[in-house]
């Protein structure tokens, strides 16, 4: 099939036009050739759906599984809407024969999903449950009958409780890696896709310093900054014991929400702000993950509080990675300036346009961005989009329909820019839409709904909504429209 570049818009406009004759529609194909209008993307590529363990498994009391610290958070006056839990969720650990069917149904070919590491190791170290690990083995086993591609993370924040000092022990990273390696060897045989640990930021600074996620502390700088620096070492322990356990072959990156910065005007010295501010300002994550040291503008700026580091940790948290796992929401604009710096980030006008979770300012040209300057720094080999997806305020119709138009606006207009990055030669292999069903919006309880499926808590019902059909066209067709 021949594949039309932006370029080409120009003198294919009439073709595109000439498709109706008389008024009347003529069938899509009928010239033998996609529409010039359809963004195809490449062959091959991967489209997938999103969730987290404790976002939709419920189950929380079953089979013996360990309390996790959203447990022990959410379960804690104040600090879920409405005091929310996970406790039920979506009931997933119940219901996920019927969610591999809502996969399927969709077309997709891979599914990002993660483990509770509490389920298998109550207190975070041996001994096992098994019966925690039986569950993982159902639901990879259902995918791959299915021929869904399982991609695994290992830690999507629910920590277990046990562990003395959580994330501010060093410890934590140590047996974070025997986890690991015990799920690399009795998985490892059927999922060759592993994600270490989910956004740093959000179960560091978020759960350490703010306190607005689990556990709910907030911390000196000093004491904070060592949570960052056992949050990234625990990723390093990770890929190596991955891949010390698994056969070779197997993949191994992360997810992470990297800042995402978008040039103002697309020049080349705001270019080259964005591509500055992306690697200062994702300083104590993904920078330090891809140089493997610290830059030293953050070693500076942090003086005496900058984390402490032992012999062998950097070269763990330098570990070469297979893939990189962008999670895309918002963009930040940037541009150039006669700073030290070379940039100055700019405020949202109060204008903005937002969706339904006021946090996600509609940028979608961020998808692009993540991509090229990620890959612009630091020639990753490969690019996942781990998550993309937006809440909506759906409305349940009486005829059982949700009409979540601005969800479809939103991820139609961010997938028309990642189509951008891939025309242009970026290594993007696959998009996993955030998310597959409403569910536990973290401090946000069940306020906040991303799915592509409406689900109605009390039964349990899920219900697709019009963007769920309209995924499973995309998926298709392999282009958007
Ligand atoms: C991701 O986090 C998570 O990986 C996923 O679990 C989550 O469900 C999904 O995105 C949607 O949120 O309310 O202004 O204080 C995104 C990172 C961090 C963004 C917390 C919202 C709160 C902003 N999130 N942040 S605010």
């Not at 009439?14 to 008389?22: D, I, K």
């Not at 003086?303 to 297979?322: C, F, Q, R, T, Y």
């Amino acid at each position: 099939m021949r594949k039309i570049t932006r370029r080409q818009f120009g003198t294919t406009v009439a073709a595109a036009a000439a498709a109706t004759y008389a008024g009347v529609a003529l069938p899509r194909f009928a010239f033998g050739a996609p529409l010039p209008s359809a963004l195809n993307f490449p062959k091959g590529f991967l489209w997938g759906c999103a969730t987290a363990s404790y976002q939709i498994e419920g189950g929380a009391a079953d089979d013996g599984r360990g309390t996790s610290v959203w447990d022990t958070f959410s379960h804690t006056p104040g600090k879920t809407y409405h005091g929310e839990t996970g406790d039920v969720a979506d009931d997933s650990y119940h219901l996920y024969k019927e969610d591999v069917r809502l996969l399927k149904n969709l077309g997709v070919s891979t599914y990002r999903m993660s483990i509770s590491w509490s389920r298998v190791f109550p207190t975070g170290k041996s001994p096992v449950n098994p019966k925690g690990l039986d569950y993982y083995n159902r639901v990879v086993d259902e995918l791959l009958a299915n021929n869904i591609t399982p991609y695994i993370t290992l830690f999507h924040w629910d920590l277990p409780q046990e562990l003395p000092g959580g994330w501010q022990n060093r410890d934590t990273p140590k047996a974070f890696a025997d986890y690991a390696a015990f799920i690399g060897k009795h998985l490892g045989d059927r999922v060759h896709h592993f994600m270490t640990t989910n956004e740093f930021v959000c179960f560091t600074d978020l759960g350490y310093r703010y306190g607005q996620f689990a556990p709910g502390l907030k911390l000196a700088a000093a004491e904070a900054n060592q949570v960052r620096h056992h949050g990234i070492l625990a990723h390093g322990l990770a890929v190596q014991a991955i891949r010390a356990n698994t056969p070779s072959g197997t993949q191994v990156g992360l997810a992470e929400n990297a800042t995402v910065f978008v040039p103002v005007i697309e020049t080349p010295e705001h270019i080259t702000a964005a591509q500055k501010a992306t690697r200062d300002d994702n300083a104590p994550f993904l920078t330090t993950l891809m140089e493997g040291k610290y830059p030293d503008s953050y070693l500076e700026q942090e003086g005496a509080n900058a984390p402490k580091v032992e012999p062998g940790d950097m070269e763990a948290i330098g570990s070469k990675l297979d893939f990189v796992g962008l999670n895309i929401y918002t963009p930040q604009y940037v541009r150039a300036d006669d700073s030290k710096k070379g940039y100055v980030v700019l405020p949202y006008p109060t204008s903005a346009p937002h969706m339904a979770s006021p946090w996600i300012v509609l940028g979608p040209e961020c998808i692009y961005w993540s991509v090229r300057n990620v890959c612009d720094l630091w020639k990753v080999p490969a690019i996942y989009i781990t998550e993309n997806g937006t809440s909506s305020d759906d409305v349940l119709t009486p005829e059982g329909k949700v009409y979540d138009t601005d969800r479809v606006m939103y991820l139609r207009n961010h997938l028309t820019h990642l189509h951008r990055a891939t025309e242009e030669g970026y290594p993007v292999k696959g998009y996993f839409l955030w998310s597959l069903l409403d569910n536990f919006e973290w401090a946000d309880g069940y306020s906040k709904r991303f799915g592509i499926h409406y689900v109605d808590f009390k039964t349990q019902k899920r219900t697709p909504k019009l963007s769920a059909e309209w995924y499973r066209e995309t998926i298709a067709k392999n282009a958007v429209e």
